[in-house]
C-alpha cells in the first residue's frame, strides 16, 4: 500500500491540499478548526511524517455562551474567532452556544468529557446545576475562566466590567441629567448576576443622593423584545411622568420603539448597554441619551489571556482589573 499524500489527507479531512501543505510545514494562517482536522487526518492515515508537535497533540479551548441571536453575544463570539486566529495552529478555540434557560442542558455541555479540553471559557447563567459541574470540571484540573457574569460564585476566574461601578455611574447620569423631575424606571434580566450587580449600584446611588429624581420602579424583561415592550408600556402607564430609564439588560430595540412611539419619548432620559445598530442609531436621534458598552472584544482577549497562562503558553500574567467599559454619547460616536 502506498503511503499517503497531500491530496489522500486533503480529501478525509475535507479541506484543499493547500491546507494540508500550510498545516504540515507549519506555514500557518490556517483556521485552528481545519488545522485539527488536517492533523487528525493524517494520524487516521498514518501519515510517515513528524506532525506538527505530534507530542504535545491540540489543545482544545472550549468557549460556550448563549444567546447568538444577540448583537453583544454575537461581538463575543467573533472577538474569540479573531483572536484564535492571532494563536498557535495547535490552540483550536472551539465556539458553541447554549439555550439559557436550560440548565441542565448548559450543565450537560459543562461537564462533557467526549472530546478533552485544556481549558473552558463559560458566558452563561448561574445556577445550582451549572456550579456543580463548574465543579466537577476544575476537580478534574481543567481550568475555567467565567466571561461577562459568573457561572459560578465559588471557582473560576473572572473576566468582566466592574458592574457594580456601572450601575452607579447610570444612576448618576439620570440624576444630574434628566431633563425634568420625577420617577426613574429600571429593568433587568433577574437571571444574572450581573444585571442584579448594576441594579444594586443603580439603587446604592438614588440611595446615597437623595433628590427630586427618584429611583420608583425595578421590572424584569427577561432580555426578550416582547417582554421588554410590554414592561416597559406598563411602566409609562404607571408612572406618566416617569423622568429616567436604565435597562440593566438587552432588548434595547424593543425599548427604542416604545419610546419612539410615545408622546414623551424623547424627554425620558434613557440609559442602557452595549453599542450596536439600534442604539448607535437611537443615540444620534436623542431617544437614547447613554450608552455603556462593556467592550466584549477586550473580555475575550483577557480570558485566553488567563487560559493560556493556566494552561502553561504564557508566561505573563494577565492583569486582574476589571475591563474598563465604554461611556458612549451621540458626541462621541
Known amino acids: 500500500m502506498s503511503k499517503p499524500n497531500y491530496r489522500d489527507i486533503a480529501e478525509l479531512a475535507g479541506v484543499g491540499t493547500a491546507t494540508v501543505e500550510r498545516v504540515l510545514n507549519g506555514r500557518g494562517g490556517v483556521r485552528p478548526e481545519l488545522v485539527e482536522k488536517v492533523v487528525v487526518a493524517a494520524r487516521t492515515l498514518n501519515y510517515p511524517r513528524t506532525l506538527p508537535d505530534a507530542h504535545r497533540g491540540l489543545l482544545r479551548i472550549d468557549v460556550l455562551m448563549v444567546r447568538p441571536e444577540t448583537t453583544f453575544y454575537r461581538r463575543l463570539s467573533q472577538a474569540f474567532q479573531r483572536i484564535a486566529e492571532t494563536l498557535d495552529p495547535l490552540v483550536v478555540v472551539h465556539r458553541s452556544f447554549t439555550e439559557e434557560m436550560k440548565p441542565e442542558e448548559i450543565a450537560r455541555r459543562i461537564d462533557a468529557t467526549e472530546t478533552p479540553r485544556a481549558g473552558l471559557i463559560l458566558a452563561v447563567p448561574n445556577h445550582p446545576l451549572i456550579s456543580a459541574a463548574v465543579e466537577a470540571v476544575v476537580a478534574r484540573g481543567v481550568p475555567v475562566i467565567h466571561v461577562v457574569t459568573r457561572a459560578s460564585e465559588k471557582l473560576g476566574e473572572f473576566v ?169 454619547t451621540a458626541e462621541s460616536l
Open 160 to 328: 468582566g466590567i466592574d458592574n457594580h461601578a456601572a450601575g452607579r455611574t447610570a444612576a448618576l447620569f439620570i440624576a444630574r441629567m434628566a431633563r425634568r423631575t420625577g420617577p426613574v424606571v429600571a429593568l433587568c434580566h433577574p437571571i444574572y448576576q450581573v444585571h442584579r450587580d448594576r441594579l444594586s449600584g443603580f439603587s446604592d446611588y438614588f440611595r446615597e443622593h437623595p433628590g427630586e429624581r427618584r429611583f420608583q420602579w425595578l421590572g424584569f424583561t427577561r432580555d426578550e423584545e416582547h417582554y421588554g415592550a410590554e414592561t416597559l408600556r406598563s411602566a409609562l402607564e404607571t408612572y406618566p411622568d416617569m423622568v429616567g430609564l436604565y435597562n440593566a439588560g438587552g432588548a434595547n430595540a424593543a425599548l427604542i420603539d416604545v419610546l419612539r412611539r410615545h408622546p414623551r419619548g424623547k424627554e425620558i432620559f434613557f440609559v442602557g448597554h452595549e453599542l450596536t445598530d439600534y442604539t448607535r442609531k437611537a443615540l444620534g436621534d436623542g431617544v437614547m441619551d447613554v450608552v455603556l458598552d462593556q467592550a466584549p472584544e477586550a473580555q475575550a482577549r483577557r480570558a485566553l489571556d488567563l487560559i493560556l497562562r493556566r494552561i502553561g503558553l504564557s508566561e505573563m500574567e494577565p492583569d486582574k482589573a476589571p475591563i474598563r467599559f465604554v461611556t458612549i
